[in-house]
């Protein structure tokens, strides 16, 4: 949730420039009799498939006034409400009031959770194993302070770990070790393997490019570990061997799929300039084909649980370029766009399954507005 509110400063000016595109292209979910003003429930058909399209989308969900919090299970998903209660003045800000919902997706039920969520600042962050046997638990007290736990699924054993952690960056090496890069006020801090057990080893990591500022990018799978240094240069290391590996340069973010096969990785396509591309590599920084998306800002790239999809957000200026969400199909390659011209202003969420993608987007009044794509 931080690293949301930090990043929406950024794009609020492009949300503002996206915003003309909305209107000239119209919404899906707000045509006729399809308009929801009360946070209700509205399913729109998606569009007819195009020939060399393999993605479908069979319908779109649409809430008023929602962003995405948690997704409960496939059909099941939480959905943060947000109400204006005073609007602003000249002196004052504007005051909102929060209520999260539970929304069943396969009979349009919705309720209040059993016990409202307390806004006392702290938030807990839950990473299940690629097995799904352990959960790697991080509770935040406050904003710099967190306590650590491995949960085991079928038992419900909870074992802390020990040590405390400036950043909440990590992700599963293999399904019995966690990598945890804990950060400092002056660097990149201790990067942790946890075992499952508890056991927690420090490993080394020799590169001096990294400077003096923590990790920026950081991803896991299948035994390696990836970064971005100083330089934008994405590399690769593994427990035991503390020298790494260049893989792409001009890296400014990356996302490794859950089976650890693939790379999505944007690249700033001219030093100093504003624009990017979007490309695929395998784990060792082979290019599987060409740029599958490019455009002046790519906020958001997401893989499906099962590394099947991929979404990415673009935004060009240009309205003739891309804008939207877009999903590309691992398995042919194909890129398609989804829905109307979304510019999400929250991480695009898949479900479990990877048959439902939540979009929470901002309407012309800043509130939020969450739409739900359904795949065949």
């Known amino acids: 949730m931080k690293r949301i ?215 896991t799978g299948q035994g390696r570990i990836y970064y971005t240094d100083s330089n934008q240069t994405l590399k690769q290391f593994a427990p035991g061997e503390p020298k790494p590996t260049e893989l792409v340069k001009h890296a400014m973010k990356f996302q490794v799929s859950p089976d650890g096969k693939h790379l999505a990785v944007e690249i700033q396509q001219a030093a100093g300039k504003i624009g990017s591309e979007l490309r695929i590599f395998d784990s060792n920084g082979g290019a599987e084909g060409l740029s599958i998306a490019k455009g002046d800002l790519l906020p958001y790239i997401e893989w499906s649980p099962d590394s099947s999809k991929l979404a990415a957000a673009v935004y060009t200026e240009n309205q003739s370029g891309m804008n939207g969400v877009y999903i590309f199909d691992s398995a042919t390659g194909k890129v398609s766009p989804i829905g109307p011209s979304y510019f999400p202003q929250y991480p695009l969420s898949w479900n479990p399954s990877g048959t439902r993608l939540g979009v929470s987007v901002a309407d012309k009044d800043g509130m939020p507005v969450t739409h739900i794509v359904d795949f065949k």
Request: charged fraction near 20%.
């Open 5 to 219: 509110i930090k990043l929406g400063a950024v794009l609020s000016l492009a949300a503002a420039l996206a915003a003309c595109s909305s209107v000239q292209n119209g919404d899906l979910a707000n045509n006729g009799n399809n308009t929801n003003k009360h946070g209700e429930l509205t399913v729109v058909k998606g569009p007819e498939q195009k020939p060399n399209q393999d993605i479908v989308v069979q319908s779109i969900h649409r809430f008023e006034g929602a962003s995405m919090d948690k997704w409960l299970s496939d059909d099941q998903v939480q959905l943060m409400y947000t109400k204006l209660v005073k609007q602003a003045t000249a002196t004052e800000e504007a005051q909102y009031e929060y209520n999260t919902i539970k929304v069943d997706l396969s009979n349009n039920e919705q309720k209040s959770p059993a016990e409202p969520a307390k806004d006392d600042g702290t938030f807990e962050k839950e990473q299940p194993s690629p097995d799904g046997k352990y959960v790697f638990v991080q509770h935040w007290k406050d904003k710099y302070t967190a306590r650590n736990f491995m949960k085991e699924v079928s038992t419900g054993t909870i074992t802390e770990i020990k040590g405390s952690n400036y950043l909440e960056i990590g992700g599963w090496l293999n399904n019995t070790s966690y990598i945890l890069a804990a950060g400092s006020m002056s660097g990149i801090g201790d990067i942790r393997q946890i075992t499952v057990d508890g056991t927690v080893t420090l490993l080394k990591l020799d590169d001096p490019q990294l400077g003096d500022q923590p990790f920026i990018n950081f991803g």
